[in-house]
């Protein structure tokens, strides 16, 4: 796994949501899978197959989150001219659309909330730039013409 850009808020939220699967759901699935297979036959046990998905879930979780902890690069906040990873970019289009967003690493990425992955299509095209810089940004419906307003 590459390197994971994320916030010092972002790796705190990640190693409490690791915590939780490891002292909480983990313990609490394999007391599940513990008594549905005591109910016997497993073959036809929905319980019991229904708890062993669980517990495949949250090991894959876990794992990828070790890995997103272990290859963790946090993102220092800092005002910049120039847009960077961790900046947040507001931004105005030809159709008359604003936009503010915080270019963050790909396991923050949540662009309801404002924040778009550094390696999403967007992001890489504010990356680098400063204000007052325009920018085409090629959409389904067209190309869009974009102006950086503001760098925090």
């Not at 609490?28 to 549905?36: L, P, Q, S, Y």
């Amino acid at each position: 796994m590459s390197d994971s850009y994320i916030s010092p808020e972002g790796l705190k939220k990640i190693k409490e949501e690791l915590e939780v699967l490891k002292t909480a759901e983990r313990p609490e699935v394999i007391d599940r899978i513990a008594k549905a297979r005591d109910l016997g036959d497993l073959s036809e046990n929905a319980e019991y197959h229904d708890a062993r998905e669980k517990q495949s879930f949250i090991e894959g979780r876990i794992q990828e989150l070790e890995a997103i902890i272990k290859n963790a690069v946090i993102i220092k906040s800092k005002k910049s001219d120039i847009v960077q990873i961790g900046s947040t970019v507001h931004a105005s289009c030809d159709n008359g659309t604003k936009v503010k967003y915080q270019i963050v690493g790909q396991s923050e990425a949540d662009p309801a909330e404002g924040r778009i992955s550094h390696e999403s299509p967007l992001g890489k095209a504010f990356l680098g730039k400063s204000i007052g810089h325009e920018f085409e940004l090629k959409i389904p419906a067209g190309v869009l013409k974009c102006q950086i307003d503001n760098i925090e």
